[in-house]
């Protein structure tokens, strides 16, 4: 089993839709949980981080941490074609210090 | 706005060529920066990370005498793809993360696009 599963997409959502971006992970020790977006060519820029179970808003974008189920999410609202590039999740552990990231779920909103 | 630069953003060269890539943190100090390997259409592979003052640690697989890093100073590391070929060709990509707490959330540069022909 992969320690982070990410479905790669890609995913294409009309302008205004709600997205929903996901990511499990298998790994207890992770307590830090992270969204970044990537444009074509660019570096990931950070989204969303946090530590603890429930939701994370942001503007237009709220994150979901489910420790139980081990799962966590990224919501969309009014999507924009600008949103539009790869959203990568990653982890880390309170102890280590490098990133595990998802594979990248593709997004694209039409205009 | 960017609180991580990286230079230069694409370099081409020929075979054999050695290749420096910077990464600066801009108005914080980082201890602690990360080298980053990413291939088209694929996820952020770790490859190194580079301790300010002392040897670089290095991820299973990479050659630390073919990706020698550099930490001389708080706000800049250096990654140099020496005696570079075209399987080196990739987009390189460092990070920092803020101090002093060692959980803060890294910064990414903008990468750098290496093309060796």
């Known amino acids: 089993q992969k320690e982070v599963e990410q479905d790669p997409g890609p995913l294409s959502v009309p302008e205004g839709a709600i997205v929903s971006l996901n990511c499990t992970y298998s790994n207890s020790a992770f307590q830090y949980f992270m969204w970044y977006r990537q444009y074509s060519r660019k570096g990931p820029e950070l989204l969303m981080y946090t530590y603890s179970s429930g939701n994370k808003e942001d503007g237009r974008f709220t994150a979901q941490v489910d420790k139980s189920s081990k799962y966590i999410s990224l919501f969309i609202r009014d999507s924009q074609p600008s949103d539009s590039a790869t959203y990568l999740c990653a982890f880390s552990s309170g102890s280590a210090r490098q990133l595990t990231f998802g594979s990248g779920t593709q997004l694209t909103v039409l205009p | 706005g960017a609180v991580v630069s990286q230079h230069p953003s694409w370099v081409i060269c020929k075979s054999g060529t050695s290749v420096k890539i910077e990464c600066r943190s801009l108005d914080f100090q980082a201890t602690t920066m990360f080298w980053y390997r990413q291939f088209p259409k694929k996820s952020l592979m770790l490859m190194a990370t580079s301790n300010e003052g002392s040897k670089a640690t290095y991820e299973q697989g990479v050659e630390k005498d073919k990706f020698l890093i550099n930490h001389a100073s708080l706000t800049l590391s250096t990654l140099t793809v020496t005696s570079a070929h075209p399987e080196d060709s990739s987009f390189y990509i460092c990070?920092?993360?803020?101090?002093?707490?060692?959980?803060?959330?890294?910064?990414f540069g903008d990468g750098t696009r290496l093309s060796i022909l």
């Open positions: 990070s920092a993360r803020l101090l002093p707490i060692s959980n803060q959330p890294q910064h």
